[in-house]
């Protein structure tokens, strides 16, 4: 993921694009029973970069609530700048 994305700054550099945005699916850490080994990978990223970045990492709710203890969840909540919880509604 991180060779990926040093070769899409090169790419937005070079076009002038302004900006890369990466949408993260956390799923197949879950799948492949690696959760813990996220914790670190996201801990370890900075909260913010020197370039123009936009992250969206998305986990589904349930490993999220079924993985993790409650200070994993507290530290991956606080470690990203932003969070939002999306709820389904009841139609």
Do not use: W
Not at 5 to 25: E, M, T
Not at 58 to 86: G, P, V
Request: glycine share 6%.
């Amino acid at each position: 993921m991180v060779e990926f994305s040093k070769r899409l700054f090169k790419v937005d550099v070079k076009k002038r694009k302004g900006g890369v945005s990466i949408v993260s699916d956390m799923g197949s850490y879950f799948y492949k029973a690696l959760h813990q080994e996220l914790v670190g990978y996201e801990l370890s990223l900075p909260q913010e970069f020197d370039v123009s970045l936009k992250g969206l990492c998305i986990y589904n709710q349930l490993d999220f609530d079924n993985a993790f203890t409650n200070k994993q969840k507290q530290e991956l909540i606080n470690h990203h700048n932003k969070s939002i919880k999306l709820i389904a509604s009841e139609c």
